[in-house]
C-alpha cells in the first residue's frame, strides 16, 4: 500500500470526494482516505502522478508520505499537529473583534451599555461598526469561505459550504438591510430605520465563524492525542549509532547503517536497527516493543531489535535489518495503515456523507421557502435557514469510526498487539471459532524433561548423570531437554567415549569401563531387562502424549526420563477466557491423535483435530468457516495457508516472518491470553464506533428539523443560528472525546466479558469422519495383552494413525486412518516388533 499526505480536507464529504476521484484513476485497486490523519492508502499500479492529479482535479492537495524515519523528525511529522496553533491564533484575534461586535449589537440594543456620543441616536454608524468588524472576523477565518466555496465549484460541497453559505447568507442579508436603513434615514423614516436595526445578522455571521473556530480547535486538540500512540513510536527511532569502521568507532544517522555494518551499544544506550548479538552480554529492555516492563537477558547469538534498550553490558553487534526494515519501522508501518484503512462500518457513514451537505442546502432552501410562503418576515425565514445549515455537522459522521479505530490500535501496539487493517480491528471482536496451533502457540515448542522415573536401587540424580553424560554428545531435540535440565540441577557430565547414534533407536557410548545405552522401549528391550510396572508407567506417560527415554548401564534399566513439549503456562487461562467470552476453541495439530487428546485435555480446548498437515489445516479452517467466522493463530510456515484462510490470522510474535506476512493481527510478546486481550479491545472499539455513530446520525436527526422550524407551531422552540453554531462546533468535539474513552479500556480485565450471542453452540466438525479409512492387519504371534499394547503402541506412532484396535485373541489389529499411508511401512513396523503380519 502506498501512502500519501492529502491537504485541504475538512469533513467527511471532503474525504468522500478524494476517494471517489483516486478510485477512478486506471490502476488503482483500491483506495482508502482518513479525514483523522490526512492520509489516503492507495493500492494498484498506478503512478504517483496520476494520483496526485486526481486529488488536485477534485480540489485538493497531495504529496507521497515519507518513511517512518525521516517522518520522526519534528519538522517532518506528518502527524504533528500543526492545526491547533493556528487555529489558536484564528481563534483569539475573532473573539478579540468579536467581543466589540457584541458590544454594538446585543449589548447596546438590548441592555442599553452606554456608545460614544458620536453614536447616539446614530443607527447607519452603529451598523457600519458592525459591517466592518464582522468583514474583518470573516477576513480571519476566510479559509472557510476559500474551501467551502472552491468545493462548492467542484461540485463536491463540503462542511465549509455550509458554513460559508449560512455566515455569508446572514452577512449579505445584514449588509441589504444597512443599504435600506441608510435609505429610510434619508427619508426620515426612523419607524423603518428601528426596524432594518432589528434585521442585522452581523453578529450570528460573525459569531457562527467564531464558534465554529472554536469547535475545530477542540477537534483539533483532540484528534492530536488520538495519535498520540503512532507518535510514541516514531520517537522511539534512535537518531545516531555507534558503528565501527577500520576499527575504530564512528557516530552516523541511524538511517545511514547497512546491513552487515557492525556498531556497539553501551549501558544506557538505545540499539539503533535490528541485529544479532557478535559480543557481550547485556539485559534488554523490550518495552517499546513488546510492552513487557521485564528486561530479557541477551548473549552472543542472540538477536536484539531497534528502540530497545540496553541496561547493563557493553555489546557488539552486526546489523541484520535496517531502515524500514527493522521491527519499530514494521510496527509503526502496520499502526499507520491500520489508521489508513477503512473498517466496513465507515461504509454506512461514508454513504451518508456522500449526499448529506447537498441534502442540508436543498434542506435549508425548501426551509426558506416554506417559512416565506406562509408569511413570515425574510429575516424569520433566513434565519431558519441559516440555522439549518450550520447545526447541520457531517464530521461528527466522518470522525466516528476512525478516531476510534485509530485510538483502539495505539492501545493496542502499546500492549504488544499490532492490528495491520481497521478490517481486523473490526472484525476480530465478531469472532466465534478459534484455531489454535499446538506447537509453540498453546505448548512450548521445544521439548522439556517432565518426569523422572528412576529404576529400584537407583536416584534420581544418578539417572541425570547417566543421562547427561550419555546426551551430551547427541544433537537430537530430545537430548537437548535433557541437557537443560541437568544444567539447571547442577549435575556435571562426566565424559564418554565411543559415542554412536543408532538411528531409530537410540544411543550408545562408554563412561569408564560401564557401556551406556539410552533410547526407545523397542532398543532398550534387548540391552536390558525392564520391570513390568516401570513399562506400566511408561505407556501411561505415553498416553499423556509424553516421550518416555529408557536409560541402562551395563544390562541393567536405569531409568525412564520422559520428554514433551509442555503447555504455555498462560495456555489453559487463555483457552478458558476465550470460552468465557462464547468462542470455542479447536486446536489444530499434525501430531498423532493420542499425544493431540492429551493435550488438548490440558489446555481445556472445545475440540482436537489431530494429524493435519499443512494444506488439511487449510480445508479444516474453511470448513469452520461455514459455522461461523474464523480466527487461527499460529507461528510457523506452515500456518500461513490457515492464516491466509481464517476471517482472522493472528500470528504469534515469535514466530517466522512468513506466518507474521500472513496474519491480521501480530501478538508482539508471544502471549496467548493477548489473543482473548484482542477479541476484547476489538469488541470495546466497535461498540465505541456505535455510540459515535449513533451520536453523529442522531444529533443531525433531532437538530435540523429543530433548526428548520419544524417544533414552532407546536412548541414555540425556535433555534438561533448562533446557537445552532455552537451545537455544530461541539459535536464532533463529543465524537472525538468518546473514542478518547478507550484509552483508559483494560484489555486483560475479564469480570466484564460477555458471551456474544452465537449460533455455533457446538462445533460440528466432520473432516475426520469424511475422510476415515480402515485397514485391518492379520497379525500372528501375539500371545497377551502385553502384546496388544506394544503393536497398538507401535501402529499409533504413525502420524497418519487415528487409532489401532488390536486383539491377540482374534489375531488383528483394525488401524483408523485420517489419511492415506504406506501399508508396507505399517506391516514392517510390526514385524520389527518380532510379529508376523500377513
Not at 528486561?295 to 546489523?319: H, I
Not at 485510538?407 to 498487539?417: L, M, Q, R, T
Not at 451520536?695 to 422550524?709: E, H, K, R, S
Not at 466438525?765 to 485397514?775: G, H
Amino acid at each position: 500500500m502506498e501512502q500519501y499526505h492529502v491537504t485541504g480536507m475538512s469533513c467527511a464529504a471532503c474525504s468522500a470526494r478524494v476517494e471517489k476521484a483516486v478510485s477512478k484513476v486506471p490502476g488503482v485497486t483500491a483506495c482508502s482516505v482518513s479525514l483523522l490523519t490526512n492520509s489516503m492508502g492507495v493500492e494498484g499500479t498506478a503512478s504517483a502522478e496520476d494520483i496526485i492529479h486526481a486529488v488536485e482535479q477534485a480540489g485538493y492537495g497531495a504529496s507521497p508520505k515519507q518513511d517512518s524515519r525521516s517522518a520522526s523528525s519534528a519538522d517532518s511529522d506528518p502527524l504533528a499537529d500543526h492545526e491547533t496553533p493556528a487555529l489558536k491564533r484564528r481563534l483569539i484575534a475573532s473573539v478579540g473583534f468579536l467581543v466589540i461586535l457584541m458590544y454594538f449589537s446585543m449589548g447596546h440594543m438590548m441592555w442599553g451599555w452606554p456608545l460614544p456620543p458620536f453614536f447616539t441616536d446614530n443607527h447607519v454608524a452603529m451598523g457600519l461598526v458592525q459591517l466592518l468588524l464582522t468583514i474583518i472576523i470573516m477576513v480571519i477565518n476566510r479559509k472557510f469561505f476559500v474551501s467551502g466555496f472552491s468545493s462548492l465549484l467542484h461540485r463536491a460541497p463540503n462542511m465549509d459550504t455550509l458554513v460559508a453559505l449560512g455566515s455569508g447568507a446572514a452577512f449579505v442579508y445584514s449588509t441589504y438591510a444597512l443599504f435600506a436603513m441608510t435609505d429610510a434615514q434619508v427619508k426620515g423614516n426612523m419607524d423603518a430605520v428601528m426596524a432594518y436595526m432589528h434585521e442585522f445578522y452581523f453578529e450570528s455571521a460573525a459569531m457562527i465563524l467564531t464558534l465554529i473556530t472554536v469547535g475545530k480547535m477542540l477537534e483539533a486538540r483532540s484528534k492530536g492525542k488520538t495519535t498520540d500512540a503512532l507518535k510514541g513510536l516514531m520517537r522511539l527511532s534512535p537518531k545516531t549509532a555507534v558503528v565501527l569502521r577500520n576499527g575504530k568507532e564512528v557516530t552516523i544517522p541511524a538511517e545511514q547503517v547497512q546491513r552487515g555494518d557492525q556498531f556497539v551499544v553501551r549501558p544506557g544506550e538505545s540499539i539503533p536497527v535490528d541485529g544479532v548479538i557478535l559480543e557481550g552480554q547485556s539485559a534488554i529492555n523490550e518495552s517499546a516493543l513488546t510492552g513487557e516492563s521485564i528486561p530479557v537477558d541477551k548473549a552472543q547469538g542472540d538477536t536484539v531489535s531497534a528502540a530497545t534498550m540496553n541496561q547493563s553490558g557493553f555489546l557488539r553487534c552486526e546489523a541484520t535489518r535496517v531502515g524500514e526494515d527493522t521491527t519499530l519501522s514494521q510496527i509503526i508501518r502496520m499502526v499507520s495503515d491500520a489508521a489508513a484503512t477503512k473498517a466496513p462500518i465507515a461504509k454506512v457513514a461514508d454513504k451518508v456523507s456522500g449526499v448529506f451537505v447537498p441534502a442540508v442546502i436543498a434542506v435549508a432552501i425548501v426551509t426558506i421557502l416554506v417559512w416565506l410562503l406562509v408569511g413570515q418576515t425574510v429575516g424569520f425565514a433566513l434565519a431558519r435557514g441559516i440555522s439549518v445549515l450550520v447545526i447541520s455537522c457531517p464530521c461528527a459522521l466522518g470522525l466516528a469510526t476512525p478516531v476510534a479505530i485509530m485510538v483502539g490500535s495505539g492501545i493496542g501496539a502499546k500492549n504488544g498487539i499490532l492490528f495491520k487493517t481497521a478490517v481486523s480491528l473490526e472484525e476480530a471482536g465478531k469472532i466465534q471459532i478459534v484455531a489454535l496451533d499446538k506447537t509453540g502457540t498453546i505448548t512450548c515448542g521445544e521439548p522439556r524433561v517432565t518426569d523422572i522415573l528412576p529404576a529400584d536401587g537407583t536416584t534420581e540424580e544418578a539417572l541425570i548423570s547417566l543421562a547427561y553424560a550419555l546426551e551430551q554428545k547427541s544433537e537430537h531435540p530430545l537430548a537437548k531437554a535433557i541437557l537443560e535440565y541437568a544444567q539447571s540441577r547442577q549435575i556435571t557430565a562426566e565424559e564418554v567415549t565411543a559415542f554412536q547414534a543408532l538411528p531409530g533407536n537410540g544411543l550408545s557410548a562408554v563412561l569408564g569401563k560401564s557401556t551406556l545405552y539410552g533410547g526407545n522401549l523397542k532398543f532398550i528391550r534387548t540391552k536390558a531387562a525392564i520391570p513390568p510396572e516401570l513399562e506400566r508407567q511408561a505407556e501411561q506417560l505415553s498416553e499423556a502424549g509424553k516421550t518416555p527415554l529408557f536409560f541402562s548401564k551395563d544390562n541393567v534399566l536405569i531409568g525412564i526420563i520422559a520428554v514433551a513439549d509442555v503447555i504455555k503456562e498462560e495456555s489453559p487461562e487463555a483457552i478458558r477466557q476465550l470460552q468465557n467470552m462464547g468462542i470455542q476453541v479447536v486446536m489444530l495439530t499434525g501430531d498423532n491423535a493420542r499425544t493431540a487428546r492429551a493435550i488438548g485435555r490440558q489446555a481445556g480446548v472445545n475440540e482436537v483435530i489431530a494429524g493435519v498437515l499443512p494444506d488439511g489445516k487449510e480445508a479444516v479452517i474453511r470448513q469452520l468457516a461455514q459455522q461461523g467466522k474464523v480466527a487461527m493463530v499460529g507461528d510457523g510456515i506452515n500456518d500461513a495457508p490457515a492464516l491466509t484462510r481464517a476471517d482472522i490470522g493472528i500470528a504469534i510474535g515469535a514466530g517466522t516472518d512468513v506466518a507474521m506476512d500472513a496474519a491480521d493481527i501480530v501478538l508482539m510478546k508471544s502471549r496467548l491470553t493477548d489473543v482473548p486481550a484482542a477479541i476484547r479491545l476489538s469488541r470495546a472499539t466497535l461498540r465505541n464506533i456505535h455510540e459515535n455513530l449513533f451520536w453523529a446520525f442522531i444529533y443531525n436527526v433531532i437538530g435540523i428539523p429543530l433548526a428548520a422550524g419544524v417544533w414552532i407551531p407546536l412548541f414555540g422552540w425556535k433555534l438561533n443560528p448562533m446557537f445552532g453554531a455552537a451545537a455544530m462546533s461541539l459535536s464532533s468535539f463529543c465524537v472525538v472525546s468518546n473514542a478518547l474513552r478507550l484509552n483508559f479500556f483494560q484489555l486483560h480485565r475479564t469480570d466484564r466479558d460477555k458471551k456474544i450471542k452465537s449460533a455455533v453452540q457446538t462445533l460440528q466438525f466432520t473432516k475426520q469422519e469424511e475422510t476415515k479409512m480402515e485397514l485391518v492387519l492379520h497379525i500372528q504371534g501375539m500371545m497377551c495383552p502385553h502384546c496388544e499394547a506394544t503393536v497398538k503402541k507401535t501402529l499409533e506412532a504413525f502420524p497418519e494413525v487415528s487409532e489401532a484396535v488390536v486383539s491377540h485373541k482374534e489375531g488383528t489389529a483394525v488401524v483408523t486412518l485420517h489419511t492415506a499411508v504406506d501399508e508396507a511401512a505399517l506391516k514392517q513396523a510390526v514385524t520389527d516388533q518380532g510379529y508376523e503380519v500377513q
